[in-house]
């Protein structure tokens, strides 16, 4: 069925070696478009747009399957994958990268096929803008575009980045992101210099703290679920755009008020559940009661019962 | 009436040269004692135990008494008034202390006036732990203490801080010091030592994003309120303090299930006031009516509708 694909992921696949204090682990499944995929799909039936090289392997292929991911989108260029090596510090959270070895993702060029055009939810990952601009175009008439940018982008190709806020949904970065593009300090003005440019919701991830959501009209403090241990951090931000888009598009519809908060608390316990374990370990051997349970602990957690 | 004051809190008073990247200002009135009584006297009448010395501004004690404070127990010594001095970064949180005079506070030994002795709800500022615990002596039978510590007493007196812990109700830190009494680095395990040595209650602050209450049973996410612009953060921590148990004395009773939130939350919009202006120049242009707006706008913005 060509309409089966309900969100369409774009973003980078990569093979990550990561160094913690605790544990150190080569080649890892990850990339921005992997976390956000396999989080997505707890929700709704997910379509990936990506580019490996000849040496991925097989089982990370399996993998996508077993998530029940539609890969159809995933282009295989001769050359080797995109590779990215970190160390994170004791508070889990800062981390030196090693490596960034661009491989293949270099020339990605993303490309849409026909069965994904229709989707209704579209998540840009943080690649190049004039990629992200280049899928819109792609894209029949998507509900609900959200766009994720890094600091790269943003002083490298700042106009570029301004175009494509004004035609997304939701801009969704990090505290240090927004005070870089919106040249400002405090994140409510920050939010408020963003929402003047073009999208209807502007998302702040404040990494451990959770996140803030912002549109003309309300603010939202979406918590974080507080996890027992960190792993692995990496993908936390990715694995809560994916879950928020899943979310999103299983609840479906035109009326976003308490939709969007809800898919957003998905993402939260999403992204909690990701960095339990290194890559997509965890998500793998969680199902979707697991994410229930905590985010109806994470309501409970945030319930002040006025 | 002997029985007309339902809060006391114990503290540092202090006169306070403060600068920003924007203001700077000298012998502000300060300490925590200043700061947790203007908050908690929004919903309780609240006394004071703290020293000054012979040079303390007439002012300061004229601007006590509009907040309705009692001063009784304030006690007035031969000598200069506690004096620090600070300088905050650009991002309004990181600060270095450039001067700390003790002068009179270095050998304040605190005093319960007779009309204090009964009042139900206690703050321990973070004084020294053996004067904490010589004012836990002086109470009747409080039904609620809250302590606060930091981490000179933690390195320096950590045998005392338990002892302490064994005979309070709550213990309020920031997540720093909770990592260093507990020596373990996630806040819920953290968390969880603590409560094993004593208190009911666990309370992580996590400055500008919030902060953590824990007990055996649960876990409440306390929301930072978003605050346009931060004029000067001195104090917040106290005024969180502050707030909380004079809301939690207002609401009186036993049951502290709701009540602990209801007044978290208040904690925290009272704080959120508090660094909109330098000292407690904020809190004195405040009325109950702006908190309780605050109040329920960060009701709204937890609040998630499922």
Redesign the interface.
């Known amino acids: 069925m060509a309409n089966d694909i309900n969100a369409v992921v774009v973003g980078s696949v990569a093979l990550d070696t990561v160094a913690t204090p605790f544990e150190h682990h080569a080649d890892v499944l990850g990339g921005s478009c992997s976390y956000a995929c396999a989080a997505a799909s707890f929700f709704t039936r997910c379509g990936m747009v990506g580019v490996v090289g000849d040496d991925f392997p097989d089982g990370y292929r399996a993998l996508y399957d077993r998530f029940d991911i539609d890969a159809t989108g995933l282009q295989t260029a001769a050359g080797k994958t995109f590779r990215w090596s970190g160390v994170y510090d004791?508070?889990?959270i800062n981390r030196t990268t090693l490596v960034t070895e661009l491989n293949v993702f270099e020339h990605f060029r993303p490309e849409l096929p026909e069965a994904y055009r229709s989707a209704g939810y579209l998540l840009l990952g943080n690649i190049a803008p004039d990629l992200q601009l280049h899928v819109l175009d792609e894209c029949r008439s998507p509900h609900f575009v959200m766009a994720d940018t890094m600091d790269l982008w943003i002083k490298t190709q700042r106009e570029k980045v301004l175009e494509v806020m004004q035609r997304v949904t939701m801009l969704m970065l990090n505290d240090m992101e927004a005070r870089l593009l919106a040249e400002r300090?405090?994140?409510?003005?920050c939010a408020e210099w963003l929402l003047e440019r073009g999208p209807r919701y502007v998302v702040i991830k404040?990494g451990e703290?959770?996140a803030?959501l912002f549109s003309k009209d309300?603010?939202?403090?979406v918590?974080a679920y507080?996890?027992?241990?960190?792993v692995d951090p990496t993908g936390a931000g990715d694995a809560f755009a994916g879950g928020f888009v899943g979310a999103l598009a299983e609840t479906g519809g035109e009326d976003y008020?308490?939709a969007v908060?809800?898919a957003l608390?998905y993402g939260s316990v999403t992204a909690s559940r990701n960095v339990e374990a290194f890559g997509l370990d965890a998500l793998e051997q969680c199902g979707r009661k697991e994410l229930d349970r905590r985010?109806?602990e994470?309501?409970?957690?945030?319930?002040?019962?006025?």
């Open positions: 004791g508070d889990m300090y405090h994140l409510r003005s404040k703290h959770g803030l309300e603010l939202f403090i918590p507080p996890v027992n241990k960190v008020t308490s908060r809800r608390l985010l109806a994470l309501a409970r957690m945030t319930d002040a019962g006025l």
